[in-house]
Every structure is written in structure tokens, then in C-alpha cells.
């Protein structure tokens, strides 16, 4: 599938690419050629290949819980800039209404 000039002329509007002559015929030169590239893949026989959502036989990738004891809370706010009590103490992000 060839790739025409107005094409990559849209292309480099969406991505806002400032493109001289020479740019422009190379990009379309490359997107041609991606595309020869995805049509063969495209034409490959795969009926026989099974549908897999990975591709390595993984049944249960997540870490086991472990409790572990927490740092001291005076550790955790020894380098808070504004504390109150035992809590760190920020800026409101919603006003109040």
C-alpha cells in the first residue's frame, strides 16, 4: 500500500511536525514501507494458532501479603515541613463549599 502526499501531510498536523520536501517524501517513503510490512503479517495463516493472552503459561504473578512492621511514626515525620500531632500536615486541594 503506497502512502500519499496528503496523508503525511495530515499525519504531521496531528503531530504538529514542521516537515520540509525532503522529510515529507522520506516519512512517506517509511510509512509505505510499514505498511507493505503489516499486510504481510496481515496475510499469515494463523486458524491454527490459539487465542493466548500471554504468552507464557503465568497462573498467579502477584507477591504474597506479608505484614512487616512500619517505620516509628516519629521516624516518618522527623523530616515532615508542618506536622500536627501524628499526622503530616498539607495545603486544602478542595475548597470548602
Known amino acids: 500500500m503506497s ?3 496528503e496523508t503525511v501531510d495530515h499525519v504531521a498536523l496531528l503531530a504538529r511536525l514542521a516537515l520540509t520536501e525532503k522529510e515529507r517524501e522520506r516519512l ?3 510509512m509505505s514501507s510499514l505498511l507493505e ?3 504481510l ?3 499469515a495463516d494463523t486458524s491454527q494458532v490459539p487465542a493466548t493472552a500471554h ?3 503465568l497462573s498467579n504473578v502477584m507477591a504474597e501479603d506479608k505484614v512487616v512492621p512500619s517505620m516509628p511514626t516519629a521516624d516518618l515525620l522527623a523530616n515532615a515541613p ?3 500531632e501524628t499526622y503530616f ?3 486544602a486541594v478542595l475548597d470548602e463549599e
Open 3 to 5: 502512502i500519499d502526499r
Open 28 to 30: 512517506r517513503e517509511q
Open 37 to 39: 510490512h503489516i499486510n
Open 41 to 43: 503479517i496481515a496475510e
Open 55 to 57: 504468552v507464557l503459561p
Open 82 to 84: 508542618a506536622r500536627e
Open 89 to 91: 500536615r498539607v495545603q
